[in-house]
Structure formats: C-alpha cells, structure tokens
C-alpha cells in the first residue's frame, strides 16, 4: 500500500497500517508521511525521571483511566539506541501487559538513534501523525537517564517528573535540571517510608504541583489525571510558543550533529587552525547553503 492507502487503512483501525506509517516516520519518508495527514494536534503527557522511578508502570495506570473515558489512547517510550542496529531495547510492552489486546490503545518503542537530549528526532512527526488517526492523547515516555531529558518539555504538556521516596531522588532531580522543567512531581511508590520527607523535600525545591503516587496499586491516579487536566487548561499562546522554539532548536542541533563538514571543522579547531566560532559559522552556513534549491 502506499501512503494514503495505509492512512485510509489505520483510521479504518488497521493497527499494522498505523505501525508501518510511525516506521515511515522514522524514515527517510517522514515528510512525504506529513504532507498526506496535514497539521493536527493532540494532548501529549510527557513522563519523564530517573530509571526504576516507576514511569512505565505509571503509563500504564494512565491508560487505563483515558480509557475508562473511552478515549484512544497511544504510548510512544523512547528507548535508548543499540549502538549496532539503532533499535529500540527496552522492553515497555512487558510492562504494560494489560493493553495489548486493546485495540484502541496503541504501544510503540522508539530509538533515540543518535539523537542528542533522550528524545527520538522522529518523536514530533508520530505525534502529529497520531493525532491525525485520531488518538486522543499520547503518553510519552522518554530515556530517563539524566540532565537530557529536559528536552521532554519540547512536545509535551504536561511534563511529569516521577521520583521515589528515599534514594537521594530528589536531590538528583534538582541536580540534574528536571525539576526546571517540571510542571507536576509525582513521588511514586508513595505507600513506602519516606514518602513524605521526599514531598517535604520536593516542595521546598520546586514551585509546581507535588503529587503522590501508587501506581502499581493504582492509589491516586484520579488525582493525576485530574491535575494533568487542570495544568492544560492553563496553557497559554506564549508558553506554546516556547515549546515550539525548543524542538526547532532541539531539531536543528540533531542535524547539524550528522552534517558532513561537521568532523573536519572540528580536526581544523584541534590543530589550531581555525577557532571555534568561526567553525560553528561555517557549520550553519553550509547548512543553510545545501537546504536552498
């Protein structure tokens, strides 16, 4: 099939049709994949923390309360790139068992694939592409190892730091930027000791919302869904505008990081005969001058 016969067929609810489009998507077919579905927009939860903080699980107990709301419901969890065939690794689908027979809740891994900041640069175009076969709302789950995935907050809102109790959590998070990009906090594993010095904590480092959490019992989801909506409902032009202008940035830094001038201007800086700056100019001109007709 090509392009507008596999649209046809996923909104016709044909899951091998959607899975073949998000591979386009990582491809080099992604615009020709855009031009066929146009713009559109759909709500995008962003879930993000350090391994072992539960967001998977967390993801899971989401989709199961958009669901109860008989909405359609797609995970997208950016895993970390094989350095020798660039898939995906991790194993989400595992932790999300209870979905996979539902049809209307669609499950993807995706490779960050050299990409800088825990993000896949193919991440924008499934979203818009989801939007398109009419999900209601993506849940995006990324990395998770570190001061990268800030860049989360490029294409998602809200953006959810999970963090457990005890383990210094905390504290790493402050460390590691994501609580400045953090619009809720959720301390997972909540029933645990600890839990309400690691709030305490998070209150005194942070100015967003601080949730609690079981997700593997499911306790305190309504609340989450709940403040996820509320946060939406307070979008503004002006903070749309500011995602917006990191994932251009974030995009353009992606590719300039594969231009192929990009080596030896670097060798030029470490022999000494050129400088950094004039070399970071020479890398963006040439990008402009091989993007015009």
């Given at each position: 099939?090509d392009?507008?016969?596999?649209i046809?067929?996923?909104?016709?609810?044909?899951?091998?049709?959607?899975?073949?489009?998000?591979s386009?998507?990582?491809?080099?077919?992604?615009?020709?994949?855009?031009?066929?579905?146009?713009?559109?927009?759909?709500?995008?939860?962003?879930?993000?923390?350090?391994?072992?903080?539960g967001?998977?699980?967390?993801?899971?107990?989401?989709?199961?309360?958009?669901?109860?709301?008989?909405?359609?419901?797609?995970?997208?969890?950016?895993?970390?790139?094989?350095?020798?065939?660039?898939?995906?690794?991790?194993?989400?689908?595992?932790?999300?068992?209870?979905?996979?027979?539902?049809?209307?809740?669609?499950?993807?891994?995706?490779a960050?694939?050299?990409?800088?900041?825990?993000?896949?640069?193919?991440?924008?175009?499934?979203?818009?592409?989801?939007?398109?076969?009419?999900?209601?709302?993506?849940?995006?789950?990324?990395?998770?190892?570190?001061?990268?995935?800030?860049?989360?907050?490029?294409?998602?809102?809200?953006?959810?730091?999970?963090?457990?109790?005890?383990?210094?959590?905390?504290?790493?998070?402050?460390?590691a930027?994501?609580?400045?990009?953090?619009?809720?906090?959720?301390?997972?594993?909540?029933?645990?000791?600890?839990?309400?010095?690691?709030?305490?904590?998070?209150?005194?480092?942070?100015?967003?919302?601080?949730?609690?959490?079981?997700?593997?019992?499911?306790?305190?989801v309504?609340?989450?869904?709940e403040?996820?909506?509320?946060?939406?409902?307070a979008?503004?032009?002006?903070?749309?505008?500011?995602?917006?202008r990191?994932?251009?940035?974030?995009?353009?830094?992606?590719?300039?990081?594969?231009?192929?001038?990009?080596?030896?201007?670097?060798?030029?800086?470490?022999?000494?005969?050129?400088?950094?700056?004039s070399?970071?100019?020479?890398?963006?001109?040439?990008?402009?001058?091989?993007?015009?007709?």
């Amino acid at each position: 099939m090509d392009v507008a016969e596999l649209i046809t067929a996923a909104r016709g609810g044909n899951t091998r049709a959607v899975g073949r489009l998000l591979s386009l998507v990582e491809s080099d077919r992604r615009d020709e994949v855009l031009a066929e579905v146009g713009r559109t927009a759909v709500p995008v939860v962003g879930i993000t923390g350090p391994p072992g903080a539960g967001k998977s699980t967390t993801i899971a107990v989401l989709a199961a309360a958009y669901r109860e709301r008989a909405q359609r419901v797609a995970v997208v969890a950016v895993d970390p790139s094989s350095p020798y065939s660039g898939g995906a690794l991790l194993g989400d689908r595992i932790r999300m068992a209870q979905h996979i027979n539902d049809p209307d809740v669609l499950i993807r891994s995706v490779a960050t694939r050299g990409h800088l900041g825990g993000l896949a640069a193919a991440v924008p175009a499934a979203i818009r592409l989801l939007g398109a076969l009419g999900y209601d709302v993506v849940l995006l789950e990324s990395v998770g190892v570190g001061q990268s995935e800030i860049e989360i907050a490029a294409v998602a809102d809200p953006t959810i730091v999970i963090l457990n109790p005890g383990a210094g959590d905390a504290v790493q998070a402050a460390k590691a930027g994501l609580l400045e990009v953090a619009d809720l906090v959720v301390v997972n594993k909540a029933d645990r000791e600890g839990a309400a010095q690691t709030v305490r904590d998070l209150k005194f480092e942070t100015h967003v919302p601080v949730l609690t959490l079981v997700a593997a019992k499911a306790e305190g989801v309504g609340e989450l869904v709940e403040a996820i909506e509320a946060h939406r409902r307070a979008d503004t032009p002006e903070r749309r505008a500011a995602r917006a202008r990191a994932q251009v940035l974030s995009l353009a830094q992606s590719r300039l990081h594969r231009h192929p001038d990009l080596d030896a201007l670097a060798q030029a800086v470490a022999d000494g005969s050129r400088d950094p700056y004039s070399a970071a100019e020479a890398l963006i001109a040439q990008r402009v001058s091989s993007a015009e007709p």
